[in-house]
């Protein structure tokens, strides 16, 4: 168990940096998480992830081709707004758990 | 009378046909199973297609040989699902009513849906072994081919028998090798996983035997087309892999028929919405779904049909009872996983617990070894064929728990 002071309040992550608790994300904790993938989010990058989080909050497992048939970005975009692994960036910066794969 | 209509008469499908036709009585319920033709492949073999280890023949049976005679057969192809009136529809127009619903409709490999995947190459320096045509073209390929940039590539993460591409590379790697020929062949394997398996300590040791066997490993790379004049795959942030020959898991699919039922999981991919412990349809409580065609978070395997086969019995005749559904679908997956040289290793896991080392099915005793690739093991996967028509099909209990057992598996504490 790692624990991390960012700005106030005390987060508990686990080991690969991701919140523990989603109810403690807020918007400035993205921006905090962000700035460490070197990503300066926009508006566009919040819809993403207010979209990540409640589809989290609905107990629906997430996939790369989700995001592409959400409507808000394809799968292209997605990649630019989050480059690298685009679901384990997003994830994290939208303070959900680590993507689990199925298999 | 009272009619259960099964959609597909694949593995699962038929093995429900089976059970069912068994557990309930004759007089009071009609069974009926659809599928578009009278063709049963076994899935697995097409694995060794390829490399001349099956023969085209040793995989392909008439449905109707393992569906038991007081079931109906109907080849025809399902046109949709109306769940609000509990009826199914069929291409030619009949319509079949039914009180329960079992949904067996699989997976289907669907190169269309990458951009250059079925193109000027396909067939001739791209091929999939995941279809029957697909695993004899290849084995002709094979046969003649002198070597170059082998690569093989998954266009999605959720695929049916998601062990089967590595199984692939490792009996490549065997293949050129007995041939001759494995110092002229670069072998690639490129994956949108983050490595070459999802759960840690199969990862581990499949990624130790990777490295051993000189393979190339390309994570995270999520394939947005193939570039068929360069031969390249291109990813979509702009990677490429050059290719001389491709073998490629297209992006896999439910059947169509969901989709035009409407019953489809957001992704767009036709997959089923389904409890994945009581393996009920999400939208109807008289639908329940087994198999490839659910959107469980399970692999899409054969062991995994048969021990939800175990489960769906039992909670199909409890909702015909009226009674609460009580058993649960622990996601329990059985593999043997092909290492080449004839070795396998095998792996047993859960929704919860990841593939550890370990003896199976029994403590100490084994006799197979888990997470390790032994010739006993490939024994194992070889007899899986004969299980696979003689018990599996048919609804026989196998000798492996439905819910997967603790028991012989070493976890991380005793390891310390």
Not at chain 1, 2 to 28: C, H, V
Not at chain 2, 63 to 71: A, E, I, N, Q, S
Request: glycine fraction near 8%.
């Amino acid at each position: 168990m790692i624990m991390e002071t960012l700005l106030t309040p005390t987060l508990e992550l686990d080991k690969e940096g991701y919140l523990k608790n989603p109810a403690q994300w807020t918007p400035e904790l993205a921006r905090d998480f962000a700035a460490k993938a070197n990503i300066v989010l926009t508006d566009k990058h919040f819809d993403v992830l207010n979209w990540l989080r409640a589809k989290h909050a609905e107990g629906v497992p997430l996939t790369i081709r989700k995001v592409g048939a959400s409507g808000l970005v394809d799968i292209k975009k997605f990649y630019e707004l989050f480059p690298g692994g685009p679901l384990k960036v997003s994830s994290k910066i939208a303070g959900i758990p680590k993507p689990a794969s199925c298999i | 009378m009272k009619n259960l209509v099964i959609l597909g008469a694949g593995a699962a499908g038929t093995m429900m046909a089976n059970k069912l036709h068994h557990a309930l009585n004759p007089v009071e319920w009609k069974i009926t199973i659809v599928d578009r033709d009278n063709v049963h492949y076994y899935q697995p073999g097409f694995l060794f297609i390829p490399f001349g280890l099956y023969q085209p023949e040793d995989v392909v049976r008439p449905r109707t040989d393992f569906l038991p005679k007081g079931v109906t057969f109907i080849e025809q192809e399902v046109d949709r699902i109306d769940g609000n009136h509990d009826q199914v529809i069929l291409s030619n127009g009949q319509t079949l009513h039914y009180e329960v619903l079992v949904v067996a409709t699989g997976a289907e490999v669907v190169p269309e849906e990458t951009e250059g995947m079925k193109a000027e190459l396909w067939y001739k320096d791209i091929f999939d072994f995941y279809t029957f045509e697909g695993s004899t073209q290849l084995a002709k390929k094979l046969q003649n081919w002198q070597g170059g940039n082998l690569v093989i590539n998954l266009a999605e993460t959720l695929i049916k028998c998601p062990v089967a591409p590595l199984e692939f590379t490792f009996l490549a790697d065997a293949f050129f090798e007995d041939k001759g020929i494995r110092d002229k062949v670069n072998i690639t394997y490129v994956t949108p996983l983050s490595g070459a398996f999802t759960k840690p300590k199969a990862t581990a040791m499949l990624s130790t035997l990777l490295d051993e066997k000189k393979i190339k490993v390309v994570p995270d790379f999520y394939l947005a087309r193939v570039d068929n004049e360069r031969k390249v795959l291109v990813s979509y942030d702009e990677q490429e892999v050059p290719f001389d020959l491709l073998v490629t898991v297209p992006v896999n699919k439910g059947s169509k028929m969901v989709e035009r039922s409407g019953l489809g999981d957001e992704d767009g991919l036709n997959f089923m919405p389904t409890d994945k412990y009581t393996l009920q349809a999400k939208k109807f409580d008289n639908v329940f779904v087994i198999g490839d065609a659910t959107n469980i978070p399970a692999s899409k395997a054969g062991s995994v049909a048969h021990f939800e086969g175990e489960i769906l019995l039992e909670n199909v005749l409890s909702y015909i009872q009226g009674e609460a559904m009580e058993a649960r679908f622990d996601g329990h997956s059985n593999c043997f996983i092909e290492t080449g040289h004839g070795k396998a290793a095998l792996i047993d896991f859960n929704y919860e617990t990841e593939p550890l080392p370990g003896k199976f099915p029994w403590p100490l005793l084994g006799p197979m070894d888990l997470l390790k690739p032994t010739r006993l093991n490939h024994v194992g996967k070889l007899a899986f064929k004969w299980v696979y028509w003689h018990m599996l099909l048919t609804g026989k209990t196998l000798p492996v728990p439905t819910h997967m057992s603790m028991s012989g598996k070493i976890t991380e504490e005793e390891i310390v």
